[in-house]
């Protein structure tokens, strides 16, 4: 299971710190991401991070804002957004994968939590 909290209404230039807890059989050895899905549009990919930490890969428009990062001694995940615009509202998704972190593909999906930034 992936169990992501932390979203909510923040204003925007706010920072808004996102978790997800995972169960040990997703989480072990697996590569963590995040995707989000604004209204009306198609779910985009946005953080990945592999299981030892040291690689990590975001999406042009998150770059230098937002930080993926992991606990692997608690099976968390967690993705830092700082600096956050009305661009960024949406349905974020922990999603994992047996994949390098760099392969966009995700097999584990869990709920999301809705983000929404006021302009």
């Known amino acids: 299971q992936l169990q992501a909290s932390g979203g909510g209404l923040v204003q925007a230039g706010d920072s808004l710190k996102l978790s997800c807890a995972a169960s040990?059989?997703?989480?072990?050895?697996?590569?963590m991401g995040w995707f989000r899905q604004a209204p009306g549009e198609e779910r985009e990919f946005v953080a990945g991070?592999?299981?030892?930490?040291?690689?990590?890969m975001y999406i042009d428009t998150v770059e230098g804002r937002f930080t993926i990062s992991r606990d692997n001694a608690k099976n968390m995940v967690y993705l830092q957004m700082n600096s956050l615009n009305a661009e960024d509202t949406a349905v974020y998704y922990c999603?994992?994968?047996?994949?390098?972190?760099?392969?966009?593909?995700?097999?584990?999906w869990g709920q999301g939590t809705l983000v929404t930034v006021s302009s």
């Open positions: 991070i592999n299981w030892i930490g040291t690689g990590t």
């Open positions: 040990e059989s997703i989480f072990v050895k697996k590569t």
């Open positions: 999603t994992a994968s047996s994949r390098p972190y760099y392969d966009p593909r995700y097999d584990y």
